[in-house]
């Protein structure tokens, strides 16, 4: 792991308060500017450690795989106040002077500090991909190709009522963020995934059903790790991610932008419902612009974009290399105009 920070100062939150930003990130593969740029989100518990031997998402991304470190420059941001790095000093504990816009904000403000003028693509699930919808209101022309996985371009009355629950607990309970964590895991999976899983079957030893252990080991695993104050940002935007906010109409909205936006549901996720996706995706047809939707067959709910990676590899797979052969394609024609 070899973080690198870059200083945002003076930045004006969408309420109005005024800070600076220690934004850390890290790059993987090609040397930025030496090949198309891939920025990967994160999602609530993530960080920038993206691929490798520690990568959250190190079946999808690295070397020879979907998104190829030998192909690509990837480049991913921590979110502010994630903790990455046990840097305790980056925490922010005024969780409610931000939101999804401001994380995307500052994340444009760190591209333009790294020189960066065009993305190949942005992907990110869950949080990560409601801040890419952001990314490409700001931008309408900075991403090439838009893939929010396992998300939307607002939360939901049902999502709003969850982040409601888990701010409760995380300021009530005395014992936070694993009792938290526990409410989280029954939103991320589904009850077919859980009975597939556990069966009603027993820890003899603890003298408590496996599916409770679980639950307590997934507890306690995040608050060995995760900070409270980390947690509270984190669910904070969650809750306010909507592209349409003091901008007018969805249709005004995204009739700006102008990347293909491929739109990757979960058929049984219980958070970012495929409905909402669907609703989406055939608005964004009506409006004519360019777009794709796929959808993941899993029993494990929301938790599948960390999950089923045959299905996302199958997917991203043709936007991933259909890059890669133009780039090939014109390597060979200028080798070819060379030998000429």
């Known amino acids: 792991m070899l973080l690198k920070y870059l200083e945002i100062a003076n930045f004006k939150t969408e309420i109005g308060k005024v800070v600076s930003i220690k934004l850390s990130y890290q790059t993987f593969g090609k040397t930025l500017h030496a090949a198309p740029i ?34 690509y420059a990837v480049l991913a941001f921590d979110i502010p106040g994630n903790g990455f790095g046990n840097d305790t000093r980056n925490l922010i504990e005024n969780y409610k002077d931000f939101t ?11 591209l ?18 409601g801040i890419a919808w952001e990314l490409a209101v700001l931008k309408p022309t900075l991403i090439a190709h838009l893939i929010p996985i396992a998300t939307d371009w607002k939360s939901t009355d049902w999502l ?17 963020i694993a009792d938290a964590r526990v ?24 003298g408590v059903f496996n599916i409770e252990s679980w639950l307590i080991h997934h507890g306690r695993k995040l608050k060995n790790r995760f900070h409270l ?20 109409s969805f249709d005004e909205v995204v009739s700006q932008i ?18 909402e996706n669907k609703d989406t995706y055939l608005k964004l047809k009506e409006l004519h612009l360019k777009t794709t939707y796929y959808e993941v067959e899993s029993i494990h709910g929301h938790d599948a974009f960390l999950i089923e990676y045959e ?15 133009q780039a090939q394609s014109k390597s060979t024609r200028c080798a070819s105009k060379k030998a000429v």
């Open 38 to 71: 891939v920025l990967v989100n994160h999602a609530l518990t993530g960080d920038s450690t993206v691929c490798g031997e520690e990568g959250w998402w190190q079946d999808l991304i690295g070397e020879d795989k979907c998104i190829d470190t030998n192909q």
């Open 160 to 176: 709003i009522a969850n982040c409601y629950l888990q701010d409760l607990i995380l300021n009530n309970s005395s014992n936070p």
């Open 100 to 110: 999804a816009r401001d994380i995307a904000k500052i994340f444009i403000l760190g």
């Open 258 to 275: 102008e990347s293909h936006i491929h739109i990757i549901g979960v058929n049984s996720d219980l958070f970012f419902t495929v409905g």
């Open 112 to 129: 333009n500090k790294l020189s960066v003028t065009s993305l190949y693509a942005v992907i990110g699930g869950s949080v990560g991909g």
């Open 311 to 325: 299905q996302l590899t199958r997917f991203l797979t043709p936007i991933f290399k259909n890059q890669n052969q």
């Open 229 to 248: 104050a980390t947690y509270k940002l984190m669910n904070q935007l969650l809750k306010t991610i909507d592209i349409t906010r003091g901008r007018g």
């Open 183 to 206: 409410h989280a895991m029954l939103c991320y999976r589904t009850p077919i995934s859980f009975k597939t899983k556990f069966d009603r079957t027993t820890n003899k030893s603890l």
